[in-house]
């Protein structure tokens, strides 16, 4: 079964310092989804990046960007310049196509952003 | 606007109390599930339905029941709620053979006393 591994549980920066989430997974499957999202304090989960498998350049919007290594099974996350609103909850995730539609999601980062 | 639509957004109940949490989505899509959130634990699923009377048991289903009699919803029964049932619930739904194309609600915050 699919596995999603998030060590760090807790990170503090000060504002603007850059943030590297790590994420690492297990699956079998050759064709899978991975997603990155953020919870903030309101609770709802955001949306904010789905890569597919087949698929590993490395993503840059704004201040976020991806780095997708199929060669360590990584998928990490960074901030770069940090600010308070970057405080939340981020979770990583991973769908297999031929699954039963289950998301399994790491266990989480809180990142707090102290100003 | 495609939205998947959670009711209530918050509760708090009584243990053995019986519960309903509808989950509404307007996209036609086939799967839908239900996930739980738990601090430390992530997200977990409790059930999923790949279609119309088509429901199956995810990594936690103990204490919960589903129904799919229409596509458009997926409600989630607490029969008789106890306290380790109080969480932070999401529903998702997606069309199938897109797994990649998640949509969630915006939650329901459980509190069973």
């Known amino acids: 079964a699919q596995k999603v591994t998030q060590a760090q549980t807790e990170i503090s920066v000060v504002e603007k310092e850059d943030v590297t989430l790590d994420c690492v997974y297990e699956?079998?499957?050759?064709?899978?989804?991975l997603f990155w999202y953020k919870q903030p304090p309101s609770g709802e989960l955001v949306f904010l990046i789905r890569r597919n498998s087949f698929d590993e350049q490395n993503e840059i919007s704004g201040r976020y960007s991806w780095n997708f290594q199929k060669s360590t099974s990584s998928f990490n996350f960074t901030i770069t310049a940090s600010q308070v609103v970057d405080s939340a909850v981020y979770f990583c995730?991973?769908?297999?196509?031929?699954?039963?539609?289950?998301?399994?999601f790491g266990k989480g980062n809180q990142v707090v952003v102290i100003p | 606007e495609a939205q998947v639509t959670q009711n209530p957004r918050y509760l708090i109940t009584v243990t053995g109390k019986k519960l309903t949490v509808t989950c509404s989505q307007n996209?036609?899509?086939?799967?839908m599930s239900w996930y739980r959130q738990d601090p430390g634990l992530g997200l977990r699923q409790i059930y999923y339905s790949m279609n119309v009377e088509v429901t199956d048991k995810g990594d936690v289903p103990e204490g919960y029941k589903v129904s799919r009699k229409e596509k458009r919803n997926f409600p989630l029964i607490l029969e008789s709620p106890s306290p380790n049932q109080t969480s932070l619930y999401f529903c998702?739904?997606?069309?199938?053979?897109?797994?990649?194309?998640?949509?969630f609600g915006p939650g329901t915050r459980l509190t069973v006393t």
């Open positions: 699956t079998r499957d050759t064709t899978y989804y």
């Open positions: 995730a991973l769908i297999e196509y031929y699954g039963n539609n289950r998301l399994a």
């Open positions: 998702a739904s997606s069309l199938s053979g897109r797994p990649g194309e998640q949509y």
């Open positions: 996209m036609n899509h086939e799967y």
